[in-house]
């Protein structure tokens, strides 16, 4: 039998047994049909299961969880969607001693499911990860496994990355391309997309790249590339060919997805490549109006949780992609929670603005961090920065080594791009200097941020202040060098420190250094 007829089968002994009032045979058929149920024939599915009596259906969270993804496709109607995740989570963490072990996986995997849809993703890790646990006890028990368990573990592997555990995700995301078939049409492809666009947007790009070679090979269909289970495939791409600076064809994989941007939930992820891919454009200007559109759309998501502070991230790079500093200062400044990430961001924030010694201080706060190797490359390609504009040689040479390895392995590019112009050409430099010419010379490397030129006015005494800065912080020393009281030098270094935009000596001095605004007066 061919595919087309396999799947009306489905849709027909849904309709049988609906028609029967067996709702656990209506609920069998869901799980084992599940996948083709949902994109073949999402609009059939969803008019027969609303014909099951609301009481039976409370106590099916399979069925509520099918209802819950068929309406939240229906972009005007995903609120509808919502009470029925929210349903399915209550359903599934009723106690239900009656079912085999893989009606168990399902309901738990259906819990993670849920909880992520309905913008709780940490709490899906628990149901998740008990999903995996039982799912990984079905493929031991069973000679042929259901290509049904594929997506299963792919779905968990999703609401694992949207929880924050990276390697969980790609532990179950794993184990379901393992055990996909190999013949066409593979139903893996899902887990394969993930795995490559974690990987690529992680900074692994060696991984990302052997992941998005199977899936242009593979037992794979242009269609499976194309719509929701390939997302993660085309940001893969894209992010390929951004650290090459190959915008065209990151523009072209980018308009290859097919998707309602209204209701598909990758929807923050494919909002932060679009964003990078403004940057290597040099349309930060045009990148930010689309992100504002894309947040309007999505208004209800953009204002909480994780998307919130994810949006504020982008467009503070955009803010600095448009050399407005200070307003991107004042974005990171307010996203929410204090992970890795955001740190690095305000260093980049600082440094754009000379602020050597906040830079360094949000690099010092995450030294102990375990980060991915993206956010890696990210902070020492930032030290580096900072390091060479205050000299401190031994330091130094060790910084370039370790950014020039990390570098060469990754075969990441844009860190290095996402310093402002001096900080990569003195960076790039001595990376050359260091021995690492190829991480430099294989790809059309340029900074990604304009120079920033506005040099502050200050009057004469602000600059006599300035200039015994350079040697001592004393208040009572300076007044003594220019024969005035005390708090004279207090009230003038007050305003120094406004207009130069920093608040302690040490960033006042990298500022005077990195804009030569003592030189031009000696």
């Not at 300076?478 to 030098?489: Q, Y």
Request: proline share 5%; glycine share 8%.
């Amino acid at each position: 039998m061919n595919e087309v007829g396999e799947s009306r089968q489905h849709v027909a002994a849904l309709r049988e047994r609906v028609e029967a009032g067996d709702v656990r045979g209506v609920a069998r058929v869901v799980r084992e049909s599940w996948f083709d149920l949902l994109t073949e024939h999402g609009e059939v599915t969803r008019v027969l299961l609303e014909r099951v009596p609301p009481a039976d259906l409370r106590s099916e969270p399979l069925l509520l969880m099918m209802l819950g993804i068929c309406y939240n496709a229906a972009g005007f109607h995903r609120l509808r969607g919502l009470r029925y995740f929210q349903w399915a989570v209550r359903a599934a963490g009723a106690d239900r001693n009656d079912l085999e072990l893989i009606d168990r996986a399902f309901i738990r995997a259906s819990a993670g499911v849920a909880y992520r849809l309905v913008g709780r993703p940490r709490r899906s890790i628990a149901a998740s990860k008990e999903a995996v646990e039982l799912l990984d006890r079905v493929v031991e028990s069973e000679l042929e496994v259901p290509n049904q368990l594929t997506r299963v573990y792919g779905q968990v592997g999703v609401s694992l990355f949207y929880a924050g555990d990276v390697p969980a995700a790609i532990d179950a995301l794993t184990k379901g391309l393992a055990i996909t078939p190999t013949q066409p049409p593979s139903p893996g492809f899902g887990n394969l997309a993930m795995l490559a666009g974690i990987h690529a947007l992680q900074g692994d790009l060696p991984e990302a790249r052997s992941h998005v070679d199977y899936a242009r090979t593979g037992p794979w269909t242009d269609r499976q590339r194309d719509m929701y289970p390939g997302t993660f495939y085309r940001l893969a791409e894209t992010m390929l060919a951004l650290e090459r600076f190959d915008t065209a064809s990151a523009r072209e994989q980018l308009a290859a997805m097919r998707h309602d941007r209204r209701s598909i939930e990758h929807w923050v992820a494919i909002a932060q490549v679009e964003t990078m891919t403004g940057m290597v454009e040099g349309q930060p200007g045009r990148a930010l109006a689309q992100l504002e559109t894309l947040v309007t759309m999505r208004a209800r998501e953009a204002r909480h949780g994780s998307a919130s502070g994810a949006l504020n991230r982008m467009r503070a790079l955009l803010q600095l992609g448009l050399g407005r500093p200070e307003t991107a200062k004042a974005l990171v400044g307010r996203t929410s929670g204090d992970n890795p990430q955001v740190r690095i961001d305000r260093a980049r924030v600082e440094l754009a603005m000379g602020h050597t010694g906040s830079a360094m201080a949000n690099l010092e706060s995450i030294a102990a961090a375990v980060l991915p190797a993206r956010s890696v490359a990210e902070a020492t390609a930032l030290e580096a920065a900072v390091l060479l504009r205050l000299h401190p040689q031994g330091r130094t040479d060790g910084v370039l080594n370790h950014l020039g390895a990390v570098l060469r392995e990754t075969q990441l590019r844009l860190p290095l791009a996402l310093l402002p112009p001096a900080d990569f050409a003195r960076v790039t430099a001595a990376l050359t200097v260091a021995g690492f010419d190829d991480v430099v010379s294989a790809t059309p490397l340029r900074s990604l941020l304009p120079e920033l030129n506005g040099r502050p006015e200050l009057t004469t005494r602000e600059r006599a202040v300035l200039a015994q800065l350079m040697t001592t912080g004393s208040a009572s020393e300076i007044a003594a060098a220019l024969f005035v009281s005390p708090n004279t030098v207090k009230t003038h270094t007050k305003s120094l420190y406004r207009k130069l935009g920093v608040t302690n000596r040490e960033d006042a001095i990298a500022v005077a250094h990195g804009g030569s605004l003592l030189e031009e007066h000696n």
